[in-house]
C-alpha cells in the first residue's frame, strides 16, 4: 500500500473486554514495531517482527498483550481483559531493515472507560 | 542500554526566529540517531536521521542536526521558524543489534508565536 494503515482510527471499550488493533504496512517492508505512546509514558516499544517471527517482545507490558503477523504482512495486537491504564495511542511502523527509515501509521485511539 | 533525553518538553519561539531542540543520548556502541515530528492526531514523520556518515545532517522543512561525540549529543535547529513547524519533536535512537527499534525521547512541543 502507498503507506502503513492502522485500523480502526479510535476504539471505545469497557474495561474487561477485549481487542484487536490492526497494522497494514507497506508491501515488502520486512520489520514491523508496534509502540503505544500515552500521556505518562511517552512512546514505548512494544514488540518487533522480523517477517512472522517476533526477535524482540521486550516492551510487551503484561501476558494480556500479544501480537502476532502472518504472511510477512498484516500484523495484529490484541489486549485481553483490557483495564483503564491501556488506554493509549498504539502506533505501528514498518521498515525495509534496522537501519532504514521506519515509516508510521496514524495510529489507533483507544479508549478503556 | 540506551537512552535518550530531550530537554525541555516545551519549547516557545517567534516566527523566523531560530529553532534549537536538545536531544542527548546514551549508547554503548555507535548509536543512529533519528528526529521525528508529529502534528496533532498523525503519526510520526521522519525528518532527519544520523547514521554515521556525515556529522551534520540536513533533513526535510530546513531543519539540521549535528551529531557530537564528544558531547553525546543530537540537537535540532532550523534558522528560521516558520508557524507550520509547530509540532512535537521527537529525538530516537536505534543500535543496530536490537532489530532498528527505536528508544525515544520525552518529546519537546514546539509553538510557534506570530
Known amino acids: 500500500g502507498a503507506g502503513v494503515s492502522q485500523s480502526p482510527s479510535n476504539k471505545v471499550t469497557e474495561k474487561g473486554k477485549d481487542v484487536e488493533l490492526r497494522c497494514d504496512p507497506i508491501?515488502?517492508?520486512?520489520?514491523l514495531y508496534w509502540y503505544r505512546q500515552s500521556l505518562g509514558q511517552g512512546l514505548e516499544f512494544l514488540i518487533y517482527f522480523q517477517g512472522n517471527s517476533a526477535p524482540d517482545k521486550s516492551g510487551l507490558p503484561s501476558d494480556r498483550f500479544s501480537a502476532e503477523r502472518t504472511g510477512g504482512s498484516v500484523s495484529t495486537l490484541t489486549i485481553q481483559r483490557t483495564q483503564q491504564e491501556d488506554s493509549a495511542v498504539y502506533l505501528c511502523?514498518?521498515?525495509?531493515?534496522?537501519?532504514?527509515?521506519?515509516?508510521f501509521g496514524q495510529g489507533t485511539r483507544l479508549t478503556v472507560v | 542500554a540506551q537512552s535518550v533525553t530531550q530537554l525541555g518538553s516545551h519549547v516557545s519561539v517567534s516566527e523566523g526566529a531560530l529553532v534549537l531542540l536538545r536531544c542527548n543520548y546514551s549508547s554503548s556502541v555507535p548509536p543512529y540517531l533519528f528526529w521525528y515530528v508529529q502534528y496533532p492526531n498523525q503519526g510520526l514523520q521522519l525528518l532527519l536521521k544520523y547514521t554515521s556518515a556525515a556529522t551534520l545532517v540536513k533533513g526535510i522543512n530546513g531543519f539540521e542536526a549535528e551529531f557530537k561525540k564528544s558531547e553525546t549529543s543530537f540537537h535540532l535547529t532550523k534558522p528560521s521558524a516558520h508557524m507550520s513547524d509547530a509540532a512535537e519533536y521527537f529525538c530516537a535512537v536505534s543500535v543496530y543489534n536490537q532489530g532498528g527499534k527505536l528508544i525515544f525521547g520525552q518529546g519537546t512541543e514546539l509553538s510557534v508565536k506570530p
Open positions: 508491501s515488502g517492508h520486512t520489520a
Open positions: 511502523a514498518s521498515s525495509l531493515g534496522w537501519n532504514t527509515e521506519a515509516f
